[in-house]
T-cell receptor, first 115, second 114 residues
Framework: AQKITQTQPGMFVQEKEAVTLDCTYD???????LFWYKQPSSGEMIFLIY??????QNATEGRYSLNFQKARKSANLVISASQLGDSAMYFC????????????FGRGTSLIVHP | EPEVTQTPSHQVTQMGQEVILRCVPI?????FYWYRQILGQKVEFLVS????????KSEIFDDQFSVERPDGSNFTLKIRSTKLEDSAMYFC????????????FGDGTRLSIL
């Protein structure tokens, strides 16, 4: 079974608009971390944002925020005021604390920002 | 800001040849990782390394693969006899602690097997 599901293979957004990239996860571990990476066409992996399962507030980093809905097991990434440079692949990942510390990645969502 | 560096950025190798991918983790980090990403697919964990030994490895990391920290700065991934399906982007990452996030990724080495 997939531990991380990203149902949107591709998303399009107009420059300066907000966009939400979906991520749902599956775990029975009460302690876990969720995070998002950005992968531009050049290939590098850039860390964006992290949410711990016990964090009371949704994580925010600049234009990135994580809409964490624990009961629904979702951790959607919200990018506000999209910029052309936001066009990239976005990967959601989870690390469970109960066993391995190694993160599991989703299949990614390709975001294209239109001018 | 300190970063993880990987060399080369692109490696082209004949099938059956050995290849060594090199990484210089962030200097005060203690945990090192290799990941693989086949073109168009998700990032897959290969191996983690701490205190000069493998701490975890995935099913992908078979006897053809090995890792080494030959000196105080480099961390290498060796593929002994490459196969066509080894063609992928290989990412090195490091972290200060086991549960330290984020793991800092290098820019990757694109390995092409001919």
């Amino acid at each position: 079974a997939q531990k991380i599901t990203q149902t949107q293979p591709g998303m399009f957004v107009q420059e300066k608009e907000a966009v939400t990239l979906d991520c749902t996860y599956d775990t029975s571990d009460p302690s876990y971390g969720l995070f998002w990476y950005k992968q531009p066409s050049s290939g590098e992996m850039i860390f964006l944002i992290y949410q711990g399962s016990y964090d009371q507030q949704n994580a925010t980093e600049g234009r990135y925020s994580l809409n964490f809905q624990k009961a629904r097991k979702s951790a959607n990434l919200v990018i506000s005021a999209s910029q052309l440079g936001d066009s990239a692949m976005y990967f959601c990942a989870m690390r469970e604390s109960g066993g391995s510390y190694i993160p599991t990645f989703g299949r990614g969502t390709s975001l294209i920002v239109h001018p | 800001e300190p970063e993880v560096t990987q060399t080369p950025s692109h490696q082209v190798t004949q099938m059956g040849q050995e290849v060594i991918l090199r990484c210089v983790p962030i200097s005060n980090h203690l945990y090192f990782y290799w990941y693989r990403q086949i073109l168009g697919q998700k990032v897959e964990f290969l191996v983690s390394f701490y205190n000069n030994e493998i701490s975890e490895k995935s099913e992908i990391f078979d006897d053809q693969f090995s890792v080494e920290r030959p000196d105080g700065s480099n961390f290498t991934l060796k593929i002994r006899s490459t196969k066509l399906e080894d063609s992928a982007m290989y990412f090195c990452a490091s972290s200060a602690h086991l549960d330290n996030l984020p793991q800092h990724f290098g820019d990757g080495t694109r390995l092409s097997i001919l």
